[in-house]
């Protein structure tokens, strides 16, 4: 199915790995997954050739995700070769944030321009049963190293899992002081991991009625706000006063494939065209003969494929979050 009218696919997430340091209660089984072996994985210079062939076809802003991108050694080598290709204005990083104060800077060197921080909690407790282990004091060090090198804006990834509501006044505070983006996304029911189903999460509505709550109480009406950067699906608002923003991301309540503008490359080489497809067309082999044309090709092929009026609700993903890239 071709694009709507006026649309187009320009952002591609690049998973450069399925390993994670972490086992996020609605990403992954406490066992883990089984990963993918090294000699199956891309190298930076295959992704960074897939990268150079799929401007052919559009793609201008690249987003690196995992797993945890920053388990993958050498990283910052990779965001260099992608900020060399003209055509690429944006790069961005999603990641868990406790290894950002080691590699902050040496990422903006190479060219990363902004991360999103998945923060799921600002419970110490809760954080660490959420993700099965972490400390919220590295992840709010990641957040601090991420703003003293500019890697801005930066952008706060929460899920809205049960329990989010008596937190929502701590998220608000964040962002009083500091110009940091909180956006709520509604839980993602890809990989057979988190809740049993949707009904059994949070929605957007829930937490939105909870934020114009804290406003009457005395935060302020909470007013619509402009993007800050980004060319994701989210819908920003502010409170009179307040540095940064909350938004949130309507997966599945209001869900946004009519407005889709991406495309996955998963770390085995693998095209999906959409997080809930099962779908995948292997350019592997395409793109480590280093065939440009045989790897746009591909590309077409998978954006030919690519549904803009998806059921969320049913689409069901064969591979976990952590497997392709979220």
Same mark, same amino acid.
């Given at each position: 199915m071709n694009p709507p009218a006026g649309q187009t696919v320009d952002y591609l997430r690049l998973s450069v790995t399925d390993r994670c340091n972490f086992r996020c209660v609605y990403c992954m089984p406490p066992e883990g997954v089984q990963s993918i072996p090294h000699e199956q994985v891309l190298s930076y210079e295959?992704?960074?050739?897939?990268?150079?062939?799929?401007?052919?076809?559009?793609?201008?802003?690249?987003?690196?995700?995992?797993?945890?991108?920053?388990?993958?050694?050498?990283?910052?080598s990779l965001v260099a070769m992608i900020r060399a290709i003209p055509e690429i204005h944006d790069i961005s990083l999603t990641t868990n944030g406790v290894l950002l104060p080691r590699f902050a800077e040496e990422l903006k060197t190479a060219g990363l321009n902004r991360v999103n921080i998945s923060l799921d909690?600002?419970?110490?407790?809760?954080?660490?049963? *959420? %993700?099965?282990? +972490?400390? =919220?004091?590295e992840a709010v060090a990641g957040v601090e190293a991420a703003l003293r090198f500019g890697l801005c804006p930066v952008k706060l990834n929460v899920v809205m899992m049960p329990d989010l509501l008596p937190e929502l006044p701590d998220f608000v505070a964040m962002t009083r002081e500091l110009p940091l983006h909180v956006r709520f996304i509604e839980w993602m029911p890809v990989g057979g991991?988190?809740?049993?189903?949707?009904?059994?999460?949070?929605t957007k509505d829930q937490v939105m009625a909870a934020l114009q709550k804290l406003g009457r109480e005395g935060s302020g009406e909470l007013m619509t706000d402009a993007s800050p950067m980004g060319w994701g699906p989210a819908r920003y608002y502010r409170f009179p006063g307040h540095a940064g923003t909350v938004g949130f991301i309507g997966s599945v309540s209001g869900h946004f494939c009519s407005e889709c503008n991406r495309?996955? *490359? %998963?770390?085995? +080489?693998? =095209?999906?065209?959409c997080l809930f497809s099962s779908e995948e067309i292997d350019v592997k082999d395409a793109v480590q003969a280093r065939d440009g044309q045989r790897v746009v090709d591909r590309i077409r092929e998978s954006l030919e494929r690519k549904s803009f009026d998806k059921d969320v609700e049913t689409g069901r993903a064969s591979?976990?979050?952590?497997q392709v890239g979220g």
């Open positions: 295959d992704m960074a050739f897939f990268v150079k062939a799929a401007v052919e076809v559009g793609i201008s802003k690249v987003r690196i995700t995992g797993g945890e991108p920053l388990v993958r050694k050498g990283l910052p909690s600002l419970d110490p407790r809760r954080y660490r049963e *959420l %993700t099965r282990g +972490g400390l =919220l004091s991991c988190g809740p049993r189903s949707t009904s059994d999460s949070l495309l996955r *490359l %998963t770390s085995d +080489g693998r =095209l999906k065209n591979r976990g979050m952590s």
